[in-house]
């Protein structure tokens, strides 16, 4: 609501009190369970301070704060508006006079979590009783996990070195100052050239990755074998099995370790197609997700299997090599760039040549990346110039195209002995690939 012009959001204000004067003429039930919220909302919160320290205010200070804000909230239709800003200086004075009270009794706390929580704990309960409800708890609740979860993200960020601190914020720099300022309307021949949706399907990939890339940082080092697949194949499918085919040129034990976790990333691409899919075009998921997860499982059958296979011999986990950071500018402009091309492409392909030319261009861009003409796919069905079938299909068929990509990779990066252990894996994959597209009706 703060960034609606000031004459709407005194509309609004007006709106939410006539709404609510109208419950209290009437029935007091919505009043009440609101008064009720807001006092829970502040035992919730006064709980985890008064467990944490409990020295400027603690459980019953809390609960009355919410209290405080909830009832200036109802005041302010019949006294004005000017009742909260008033409620708030009043409040933030109390504040100070506790914490020059904690001074002088030598008590010292560099920290001001306190406080803020306490101002933010009236603003909660005021809210509470003028706008939704939903929203209200949702804030309350947040602010006790917050506050609960101190200590634990402190060792998070100590965990974080600069090189990923630097990445967060480049992160930041993709989906909050970029992103914001493109145009949102398309250009170029076909129309489907938008600079904010293309660049909105960036950080939707960077995000992916990004999260993959925190839970390696996290977890990398002490990562397992199938783990190492989990991991690699949230990052990047592709680059992990460049990385494990370089791995593979060594002993029998790192060669089988190393076509597990590349089938296994190849399976972790069904789930980021998934949930590309489910971002970009969730109408479609009715028709276009049962057939990829069976795809899905039948690779997460084909991994399983070979990992029993693999036992559990200590000589044939493999190392996780480092993973390349996902937010790097130079890559994303790659991709965007990638992504408006194919687009363009399947645009062009589908409306010349059908759902066969659709196909071709699946299968060639599908050879170095699935992202790119996943995303694509699913803004034409968005746009209403794909059907959910077609959709599908499309994935699989570029799904197809990569298995055949990466096997390369390995038969030049890893050489025949690491294919050896691979081809069956990647057989059993293909064979189920094709019974779905061939089958599925």
């Known amino acids: 609501m703060l960034l609606l012009p000031a004459t709407r959001r005194g509309s609004w204000f007006r709106r939410a009190r006539q709404e609510l004067t109208t419950d209290m003429d009437g029935d007091l039930g919505p009043v009440l369970l609101r008064l009720a919220l807001a006092t829970g909302i502040g035992l919730l919160v006064g709980l985890q301070r008064e467990q944490a320290e409990g020295r400027v205010a603690g459980l019953r200070t809390f609960a009355l704060t919410a209290l405080l804000g909830a009832i200036c909230a109802l005041l302010s239709e019949p006294a004005g508006a000017w009742v909260l800003p008033a409620a708030i200086l009043a409040l933030a004075s109390l504040v100070i006079l506790g914490n020059i009270a904690k001074l002088r009794a030598g008590l010292q706390d560099p920290g001001i979590t306190t406080e803020v929580a306490v101002l933010l704990t009236f603003v909660i309960g005021a809210y509470l009783m003028i706008g939704r409800v939903e929203v209200g708890i949702v804030s309350g609740g947040a602010l006790a996990v917050l506050l609960q979860f101190k200590d634990r993200g402190h060792r998070l960020v100590q965990r974080l070195g600069d090189r990923d601190v630097a990445a967060v914020m480049r992160f930041a720099l993709l989906s909050l100052v970029i992103l914001p300022v493109l145009p949102n309307q398309t250009y170029g021949p076909l129309d489907v050239l938008n600079p904010r949706q293309i660049w909105l399907m960036v950080v939707l990939i960077v995000g992916i990755g990004f999260a993959g890339y925190l839970a390696y940082r996290f977890l990398g080092e002490r990562a397992g074998t199938p783990l190492s697949g989990l991991l690699g194949g949230a990052i990047s499918s592709t680059a992990t099995t460049v990385s494990y085919a370089r791995l593979g040129s060594g002993e029998e034990a790192s060669q089988r370790a190393a076509a597990l976790v590349i089938m296994i990333a190849s399976a972790v691409v069904f789930v980021r197609v998934l949930v590309e899919i489910a971002a970009v075009a969730p109408a479609s998921l009715r028709t276009a997700a049962p057939p990829i997860v069976v795809v899905l499982a039948g690779f997460s059958l084909v991994s399983f299997v070979a990992w029993l296979r693999l036992g559990r011999d200590p000589e044939a986990a493999a190392p996780m090599p480092d993973q390349r950071n996902p937010t790097e500018l130079g890559p994303a402009l790659v991709f965007g760039l990638l992504y408006g091309v194919i687009l363009l492409a399947v645009a ?71 294919v050896r252990h691979l081809l069956p894996l990647y057989g059993a994959g293909a064979g189920i690939l094709l019974l779905v597209l061939v089958l599925w009706p």
């Open 348 to 418: 062009w392909g589908e409306s010349r040549f059908g759902d066969d030319g659709l196909y071709l261009i699946a299968a060639i861009s599908g050879l170095s990346d699935m992202d790119a003409i996943t995303l694509s796919a699913a803004e034409l069905y968005r746009q209403g110039r794909l059907e959910a079938g077609a959709l599908w299909r499309v994935v699989l068929v570029a799904s197809l195209s990569n298995l055949v990509f990466k096997l390369g990779v390995c038969a030049v990066l890893g050489g025949r002995r690491l």
